[in-house]
C-alpha cells in the first residue's frame, strides 16, 4: 500500500515562499504520475503541478511562472518550489501519486498553506 508523507506548508505573507515536499513509499516501481492539489472550502481539487514517469510536467495556469515541481525519482519524492504566494494559494494542499492504471491514487494527508496580505 502506497504511504505519501507530506511537509512544508504553512503561512507565510504576500510575496513570500514556500516549499511543499512529498515522499512515497510502498511501492516497487516508479509512478506514472506524481503531483500536488489543492482543495478549496468547497472541497473541489484542482490541479497544481504533475509530473508523468517520463517527466512531463504540467501546472495549473495560476502556477505557470511562480511554482516549480521538481521530482527525485531514487527517492520517490517530489517537491512544489511556490514563489510570490497570494492570498489566493491559500488552501489545503494534497500530494497525489498513482503506480499504474490498474489501481487508483493514493493521496497524503493534506497540508495547510496560508498567505497573508
Known amino acids: 500500500q502506497v504511504q505519501l508523507v507530506e511537509s512544508g506548508g504553512g503561512s507565510v505573507l504576500a510575496g513570500e515562499s514556500l516549499r511543499l515536499s512529498c515522499t512515497a513509499s510502498g511501492s516497487d516501481s516508479s509512478f506514472i504520475i506524481m503531483g500536488w492539489y489543492r482543495q478549496a472550502p468547497d472541497n473541489r481539487r484542482t490541479l497544481v503541478a504533475s509530473?508523468?514517469?517520463?517527466?512531463?510536467?504540467n501546472y495549473a495556469a495560476s502556477a505557470k511562472g511562480r511554482f516549480t515541481l521538481s521530482r527525485d525519482s531514487a527517492k520517490k519524492t517530489i517537491d512544489l518550489e511556490m514563489n510570490n504566494l497570494q492570498p489566493e494559494d491559500t488552501d489545503v494542499y494534497y500530494c497525489?501519486?498513482?503506480?499504474?492504471?490498474?489501481?487508483?491514487?493514493?493521496w497524503g494527508q493534506g497540508t495547510q498553506v496560508t498567505v497573508s496580505s
Open positions: 497525489f501519486v498513482r503506480a499504474s492504471l490498474a489501481v487508483d491514487g493514493s
Open positions: 509530473i508523468t514517469r517520463n517527466g512531463a510536467i
